[in-house]
């Protein structure tokens, strides 16, 4: 199952990682205690060996040995059971795990405990590769048989220490059955794992609270937008706010104003082409009425034409009312690609020809044909660059006039520049002819040409300036960057 809410996946990965430390943990403290438990049984056993050793150093001799045994049996006595079973030792129930043997020179036994199993030297003998022809001594084989050794017998394994008595010849064999240590080490860490594995679903519900108690302003954050409506884009107050949540509303708010300027800008986009539209449908539904009305043909023809030229203009206005809408922040993506930039303004360029023709007017194009003209660009938006610009050239340049189009190279970027012999813009008014509905003079156009050039430009992160034109009228001078890697 896919686990959505933060809580439950921060409470997952901490009780993952808790229960990984722990079996770590555990694992080498059983290990540590395991190890500890043998070198401390390990000890025991040598002393054992030892505490043997001076208690029959010396000649034992066969009534000596037999009452020692004797003595032995006694002491380690043992009784049945009631109900048939095992014998048990009275004492621990450990002692019958342990058991001793001391052995002459030729490995036979002269004393041992009760509970020593049989075949114990045989058994070693044979696990050592120790064995040999009877009757040769155990001091032979002592390089192999002195130490610790792990025997597998019969009932068990057996952890078996051996000892050579120099001085008396003796051999004594002190023997522990490897089930008595597994059960201390288990125990140990039964004790000390218990308390981690009852205190894991405590500490489960403690970090549960925990993390729900460091979310808690995320869930507030969520609260307040939650309580919004569609129409409150305010910033979000929230105080105080944690380090790590300030990013996030940070860039809420970053949004949320962004989101209130385009919305701004939407609606005085829409009042401003509103009022715009109004005077020329008005226009045409004159225009219409008086052909309707007109009773002469002449007048009716003459009222056609007005209106046919109405809803030319309308027909740019809206055109161009599109055009910037699509150039609008967030709502145009270039399509940029390397283009040659003086093929592309001779293309263009042909396409208008007969504009400034219809008007008798002279359209030049010049450019160095040696230089280097290219540039990263949006070949849609360019074309309407040029349009535009070499369009208001045309709208307000007489007729007989002269428009000129020129590009200039430098080593970061191309300029385009539109100069024409019209009336011209005093400098103080220039800067208003970017703004958008503004006209200068009795021209038809919807006052966004410059504007949509504006927008262009900055898309492709560019200049414009305004300038007065070496023909006397207007000049426009865009730059643009070129944009092109090195290796281009």
Not at 85 to 106: I, M, N, S, W
Not at 144 to 166: C, E, I, M, N, P
Not at 346 to 369: K, T, W, Y
Not at 441 to 470: D, K, M, N, T, W
């Amino acid at each position: 199952m896919r686990l959505r809410s933060i809580r439950s996946r921060t409470l997952a990965r901490v009780l993952g990682v808790l229960i990984l430390a722990l079996t770590v943990i555990s694992w080498l403290s059983y290990s540590d205690a395991k190890h500890e438990i043998e070198e401390l049984f390990d000890a025991q056993l040598a002393q054992s060996a030892r505490l043997l050793e001076g208690m029959v150093g010396g000649e034992l001799s066969p009534a000596l040995r037999a009452t020692l045994q004797q003595a032995l049996d006694a002491a380690l006595r043992v009784r049945d059971e009631p109900d048939g079973g095992p014998a048990l030792v009275e004492g621990h129930r450990y002692e019958t795990k342990l058991a001793f043997q001391v052995l002459d020179g030729r490995g036979q036994v002269l004393l041992q405990s009760a509970s020593a199993p049989p075949g114990l030297l045989a058994s070693l003998l044979q696990q050592t590769g120790a064995q040999a022809p009877a009757g040769v001594s155990l001091a032979a084989r002592a390089e192999r048989l002195v130490g610790y050794h792990t025997l597998s017998l019969a009932d068990a394994k057996w952890r078996l220490f051996v000892r050579q008595d120099l001085a008396d010849r003796h051999w004594i064999l002190v023997a522990e059955r490897e089930d008595v240590r597994g059960e201390l080490v288990g125990s140990i860490t039964l004790r000390s794992l218990l308390p981690d594995l009852v205190g894991l679903p405590l500490l489960a519900l403690l970090v549960w609270s925990a993390v729900g108690l460091g979310l808690r302003p995320l869930q507030q954050v969520v609260g307040l937008i939650k309580a919004r409506d569609a129409e409150n884009l305010a910033p979000l107050t929230l105080a105080p706010l944690p380090q790590e949540l300030e990013p996030m509303v940070a860039a809420l708010n970053r949004l949320l104003l962004q989101v209130t300027t385009l919305l701004e800008r939407e609606k005085r986009f829409l009042a401003d082409a509103a009022h715009e539209l109004r005077t020329p449908l008005a226009v045409l539904r004159i225009h219409a009425q008086n052909a309707l009305e007109a009773p002469e043909a002449a007048d009716r023809e003459a009222a056609l034409r007005q209106l046919v030229a109405g809803v030319e203009r309308a027909t740019r206005v809206v055109t161009q009312l599109l055009t910037l809408a699509r150039l609008e922040p967030a709502a145009r993506q270039l399509g940029m690609a390397e283009l040659d930039l003086a093929s592309y303004v001779r293309g263009e360029l042909a396409e208008l020809i007969p504009l400034a023709l219809e008007r008798d007017q002279e359209l030049s194009f010049d450019c160095d044909d040696m230089a280097d003209h290219r540039l990263l660009g949006d070949a849609p938006s360019l074309g309407t660059l040029l349009q535009n610009l070499v369009g208001n050239a045309v709208q307000y340049t007489p007729a007989g006039g002269r428009i000129a189009v020129s590009l200039q190279v430098e080593a970061q970027r191309v300029g385009l520049r539109v100069a024409d012999s019209g009336p011209g813009v005093p400098a103080e008014q220039r800067e208003l002819l970017f703004r958008r509905f503004y006209r200068q003079g009795e021209g038809q156009g919807a006052g966004l040409g410059l504007s949509i050039v504006q927008r262009i430009v900055e898309l492709h992160r560019g200049e414009i300036q305004l300038a007065e034109s070496p023909l006397g009228g207007l000049q426009v001078e865009v730059w643009l960057p070129r944009g092109l890697s090195p290796a281009s």
